[in-house]
């Protein structure tokens, strides 16, 4: 069939591609977030079989894309609040002010408001898990708290060390289970030495803590053993009519078999794969002292706390062995911190990825906001020293911990530490400047910034490598050469200092969709420019209020003009707008050259890996802002030839605006375009 001969889809032609295609995924899986080559022949099969019609890849591509948009807007409206929707009819109940806000974020979905979406079911099982649904977003601008994971150090790497005693020689302790009379429990051990001053408890006090417990838990559930009373030689005459005494009864002892314990533990109802069933068997290959307690205890929660007791204290025995001390270097890291602060100024600069100057003045300002403290054994400069050696050169935590001296788990918790309040130091740093910019300032191309009178700054959005689970890795791997890549938005000044930034998104993600969702969300904060004013940004936005694109289908990037010269106003408009819309270009190039890790993210968490990208934003903007002399910044500080990048788009672009603006914008664009022209700019 003719790509130009339109296809009107039925239901029964929907349903057989539905089905078709959700066949195919399930057999040989799908290629990004979208079909394999040889799927689409067979769809085109299928349907040329079934409904005697043979669409094109292209058209099978448009269904997929149009159905895949729909269901994504129906996704969204189901999961708003009010009572909006009707399960009978399958259809939203919305005013039109309601379904223009709507369609400004799922430009696919508008058919919702006529026609309902036909066989959701099917929908739901092709497409579930398929579209960027920007769940892990963030902006330092946002009301509203930020997704994060746990910071805890992974179970097998805990150190035998309390962090903030690393040095000292702690004794393990022995984490036996008890298997002796309680009489002769031999003390803890921190309770016959002397005390020694700690920041907080450490994991061997815990662990005694632990044994004491489950000690006291298993002894009270034996009933003490009372020694036979011994018959006096006279026996006492007994009393006129009284009644003849009776022996006490005698208790059997409790039954402290195997089976007699593995009847009780499948009274708790515990799966056999449970981990604290398979604990509870460990207890009774024990002692038969534990077994004793077990068989006799006569409330389940006790039962399940004695087994959950028994597996941390075994743990301990097993895990918290004391450690061969390895940090063995006689520079500790104190020292080396006093001596990139003392030394030579470019240790700091390859180290740290900043001036001596800047970084005082950065561990300054987190001491005075009460941020960072000095802990016993490491200074706010050691720390913030660790952070950086982090981001700025991407090193893993057993190089700092060899570096610094200092257990790995104490990196991991001061990487943590320092990074949280990064991301309270970015809601301070990255904010709007000036809707008034004075053409004046700092910057580049202040005769054109002079014509383009309402631009306040430039937007763009830029990928950030990310390391993805392997079931997530199609949501991430839209663009790029196979790679995985969070999609990151954000706006800068003509300084270079960034004033808006959200990360997070799915590299799926279109620039366009990230903008339109952040121009819906009430909560990311977008600082929306005046109604004169506007931000520039490439062909991949729609022009309109407030952004101001370039031409489409005419030379834009500052390499298409380097040997020929703009001929006509188009080309012109094209190639100023592109020498002021630079300083986003030179903004990303200052940052990820000072940044290794966001072009080769670390294995972290997706939520650390997007705090990770905000951290380094807001460092970029202290540096920018303090006025601080920086070799990155004067390297890109002059315009530098770019081009298109050429990376495929996983999602169609998404306009935004209504037709007033995008035609208030369009007029503007050619009133410049036209000065351009007569100033012979």
Known sequence: MDE????????????????????????????????????????????????????????????????????????????????????????FTLSNQEWEEFFKGHPKAKTLKTS??????????????????????????????????????????????????????????????PNVDPSIVSPSPHSSKPNKKRAKVDMDELAW?????????????????????????????????????????????PTTTIDACVERLNTLGLDPSDPLYQAAIDIFGHTTLLREAWVIMDNDQEAILLITMFLYVYYMKRMRLKRKRDNTSALTGRQFTDELLQGND?????????????????????????????????????????????????????????RFQHSTQTIHKIFHEVLDKMIIFAKEIIVPT??????????????????F???????????IHAIVPIQEQHLYRGRGKGECYQN???????????????AGWEGVAHDSRVLSEALTDSTIGFPFPPPDKYYLCDAAYTNTRGFMAPYRNVRYWLGDFRRRRATNKYEKFNHSHAKLR??????????????????????????????????????????????????????????????????????????HGNTADQTYMATLREGIATQLMQNGE
Not at 225 to 237: A, D, F, G, H, M
Not at 442 to 448: E, I, T
Not at 453 to 463: F, V
């Open 4 to 91: 130009n001969t339109r296809i009107r889809w039925t239901n029964e032609m929907i349903k057989c591609f539905l089905e078709t295609c959700i066949d195919e995924v399930n057999k040989v899986g799908r290629n990004g977030a979208s079909l394999t080559k040889d799927t689409w022949t067979k769809l085109a099969t299928k349907l040329e079989e079934v409904c005697h019609v043979k669409p094109t890849q292209k058209q099978l591509k448009n269904q997929y894309d149009y159905l895949k948009g729909k269901y994504s807007g129906w996704v969204y409206l189901r999961n708003k609040t009010g009572n909006i929707y009707d399960p009978i009819m399958n259809t």
């Open 116 to 177: 309902p979406l036909v066989f959701p079911d099917l929908c739901k099982d092709l497409f579930e898990g398929t579209s960027a649904t920007g769940s892990r977003v963030y902006a330092p601008s946002s009301t509203c708290e930020r997704t994060v994971v746990s910071s805890s150090f992974p179970p097998h790497f805990h150190s035998t060390q309390n962090l903030e005693e690393e040095d000292e020689d702690d004794e393990a302790p022995n984490a036996d289970i």
């Open 209 to 253: 803590d632990m044994k004491d417990a489950l000690q006291t838990l298993v002894t009270r559930q034996i009933p003490p053993v009372v020694p036979p009373v011994v018959p006096s030689v006279v026996p006492p005459v007994a009393p006129p009519f009284a009644a003849p005494s009776v022996a006490p009864p005698v208790v059997p002892p």
């Open 346 to 402: 470019r240790q700091c600069l390859d180290l740290l990825r900043m001036s001596r100057a800047a970084f005082i003045q950065l561990c300054d300002h987190f001491k005075a906001k009460g941020w960072l403290t000095d802990s016993r054994h490491i200074s706010v400069e050691e720390k913030m020293a660790i952070f950086l050696m982090i981001i700025g050169h991407n090193q893993r935590y057993r190089v700092l911990k060899n």
């Open 434 to 451: 000036s809707f008034n910019p004075n053409p004046n300032i700092p910057g580049n191309n202040r005769r054109l910034r002079r014509v």
């Open 453 to 463: 009178k309402g631009a306040i700054g430039a937007l763009d959005g830029t990928l």
């Open 488 to 502: 990151v938005l954000a706006i800068c000044d003509f300084n270079m200092v960034f004033t808006f930034v959200v």
């Open 582 to 655: 630079n300083v986003i270009e030179r903004s990303y190039g200052v940052l990820k050259a000072r940044f290794p890790i966001l072009k080769r993210m670390a294995p972290f968490a997706l939520e650390v890996q997007r705090d990770v990208v905000i951290a380094c934003f807001a460092v970029h903007n202290f540096i920018r802002k303090g006025g601080l002399s920086d070799e990155l910044f004067s390297e890109y500080d002059q315009n530098t030839e770019q081009g298109d990048n050429g990376e495929d788009t996983a999602e169609e672009v998404q306009s």
